[in-house]
């Protein structure tokens, strides 16, 4: 879903010597964003791998949370998929795959981008149904429904990636919109329903549900007739850190994205360093998918326990299911009940 900003080498003799240095580095930055997509490509491939063996080993996706959060992995590891042939492309400056290729790996990508997104977006609201009111949502939040509204997703994230089947195209060595198909107010007008879908509103909801669970958490705790416990305020920061790292995460590795690709209709001649930034952002944006395992393991005590018992099974104590953390949890329990925002 990106425009290829090539560089525009002078033809001037005057210039050659600079455009010939300005080649030079741009195969060794080539070498670098190579090596960079591999290894995005393999941690992003490995942690969402297992986290997908996790869910289906010891949990078996026996809560809302872990069905959400294993279909985000799932969109997230085949995410990764078209990750190799973006870097190729890159590298080479050439799609060398054929048209019907391009149209294949970016409807795929697409698909699994606006999934992954929107899955992350449902557990916003998941997580703040959960610790907020267990009792009320409890008819919402069952497996079963979680799936339902899981396959969802899945076919609503095929309706903005359908143009990309007419629209992109490989007939001109590059794997991108074809300009004599797709006119100029298209792409635009693409842009901004992707942002929209694909960022804004997702971003949104999930600063809107996570602030309204950090506010509702400490606003409980502050009415309670209990005294505050080392341990309650210990659960009150993990919760905020995590909320700050999701929503951090997910802006930073995004957002440049969005900002390049409508910078991009304003230039006609993009230089050397806008095509550098621009292959940076994109691999930006797929870094985003190994952040989720990563959150998954710092902030989720249970799945911290699934990891270590997957990978050490024998130094692991006897597994437990996800729901225990946060399906039954009730602010106004002053029980000192383990909160676990993600698991």
């Not at 195969?27 to 297992?50: Q, R």
């Amino acid at each position: 879903m990106f425009r290829n900003a090539a560089s525009v080498v002078d033809t001037d003799d005057s210039f050659m010597d600079e455009d010939l240095f300005m080649q030079r580095q741009f195969d060794a930055f080539s070498v670098t964003m190579a090596v960079l997509y591999l290894v995005v490509c393999v941690v992003g491939l490995g942690g969402n791998s297992l986290v997908i063996i996790t869910i289906l080993k010891l949990d078996k996706m026996s809560s809302a949370t872990t069905v959400y959060i294993f279909n985000l992995a799932l969109a997230d590891g085949l995410f990764m998929i078209g990750l190799p042939f973006i870097a190729i492309q890159n590298f080479q400056n050439h799609w060398p795959f054929g048209d019907l290729t391009c149209k294949l790996v970016m409807v795929l990508d697409g698909i699994n981008q606006f999934t992954s997104v929107f899955c992350l977006t449902v557990m916003s609201v998941d997580r703040y149904m959960a610790l907020v009111d267990p009792l009320r949502f409890a008819h919402w939040r069952t497996p079963r429904r979680a799936k339902i509204i899981a396959a969802f997703l899945w076919l609503f994230s095929l309706l903005p990636v359908l143009p990309m089947a007419v629209y992109f195209s490989a007939h001109y060595g590059l794997c991108t919109v074809d300009p004599y198909v797709a006119p100029h107010t298209w792409w635009l007008t693409f842009l901004i329903y992707a942002f929209m879908l694909g960022f804004a509103l997702p971003f949104t909801v999930m600063i809107v549900f996570y602030s309204a669970l950090v506010v509702t958490l400490r606003s409980a705790r502050q009415q309670s007739r209990t005294v505050s416990t080392p341990e309650t305020q210990k659960q009150e920061k993990q919760i905020t850190k995590m909320v700050v790292a999701v929503v951090l995460v997910f802006g930073v590795c995004w957002l440049p994205f969005y900002v390049l690709n409508f910078c991009s209709l304003q230039r006609n001649d993009p230089m050397l360093i806008f095509a550098r930034s621009f292959e940076f952002v994109v691999l930006l944006s797929y870094s985003w998918s190994c952040a989720n395992p990563i959150l998954y393991a710092c902030f989720s005590e249970t799945f911290g326990r699934y990891f270590r018992a997957l990978l050490c099974p024998c130094k692991s104590p006897p597994r437990t299911h996800c729901n225990g953390d946060t399906e039954g949890y009730d602010l106004h329990d002053t029980n000192g009940q383990s909160i676990n925002v993600l698991a």
